[in-house]
Antibody
Framework: EVQLVQSGTEVKKPGESLKISCKGS????????IGWVRQMPGKGLEWMGIIYPGDSDTRYSPSFQGQVTISADKSINTAYLQWSSLKASDTAMYYCARRMTTSEFFDYWGQGTLVTVSS | EIVMTQSPATLSVSPGERATLSCRAS??????LAWYQQKPGQAPRLLIYGASTRATGITARFSGSGSGTDFTLTISSLQSEDSAVYYCQQYNSWPPYTFGQGTKLEIK
């Protein structure tokens, strides 16, 4: 069974750093892309970026380029999303999702990680 | 960036009836379009890809159609469990692969 299990809820202060994780199981982690999607409170879905764990090839949406860093550790089947200096506007639910190899949509999703940034 | 526009924003339909949700792209995305369902407090779930192919395990009550710029998700014989927000996503033109703003489906 394909599963993406994300790390737990985070409460941070503005200016702090953060790294959240997404662990894949039940499939070959290195042969599927993993993407990250933001959902701000009460809002829709925003495509942030994507990584291919096999070789760490990474692509970012222009809106998120330079704002976050996506990485992966294929030895432990885990992808990451990190911030060096959080802002209140980073408060959101963040989902990781697996992208099909033959197409660009997401077929499996993690349960989401809620990030709250508040002073 | 391709803009995806969904309509209506909210749709209220009685159980057993049919719901029709629309998604329009600002330029052609061919049939590179997916539909997702998101229930409150849950992650999105893939329903349809390739504009009309149901994902694994999705009931035949869900069907997708369209190509180019205009797409439709139809849900027949509505059940209470279909209450959710539905999002379309184009994956034809990057960056980025954009989502629509969502249609909230309410079951009366």
């Amino acid at each position: 069974e394909v599963q993406l299990v994300q790390s737990g809820t985070e409460v941070k202060k503005p200016g702090e750093s953060l790294k959240i994780s997404c662990k894949g199981s039940g499939y070959s982690f290195t042969t599927y892309w993993i993407g990250w999607v933001r959902q701000m409170p009460g809002k829709g879905l925003e495509w942030m970026g994507i990584i291919y764990p096999g070789d760490s090839d990474t692509r970012y949406s222009p809106s998120f380029q330079g704002q976050v860093t996506i990485s992966a550790d294929k030895s432990i089947n885990t992808a990451y999303l990190q911030w060096s200096s959080l802002k209140a506007s980073d408060t959101a639910m963040y989902y990781c999702a697996r992208r099909m190899t033959t197409s660009e949509f997401f077929d499996y999703w993690g349960q989401g990680t809620l990030v709250t940034v508040s002073s | 960036e391709i803009v995806m526009t969904q309509s209506p924003a909210t749709l209220s339909v009685s159980p057993g009836e049919r719901a029709t949700l629309s998604c329009r792209a600002s330029q052609s995305v061919s049939t590179n379009l997916a539909w997702y369902q998101q229930k409150p407090g849950q992650a999105p779930r893939l329903l349809i890809y390739g504009a009309s192919t149901r994902a694994t395990g999705i009931t035949a009550r869900f069907s997708g159609s369209g190509s180019g710029t205009d797409f439709t998700l139809t849900i027949s014989s509505l059940q209470s469990e279909d209450s959710a927000v539905y999002y379309c996503q184009q994956y034809n033109s990057w960056p980025p692969y954009t989502f629509g703003q969502g249609t909230k489906l309410e079951i009366k």
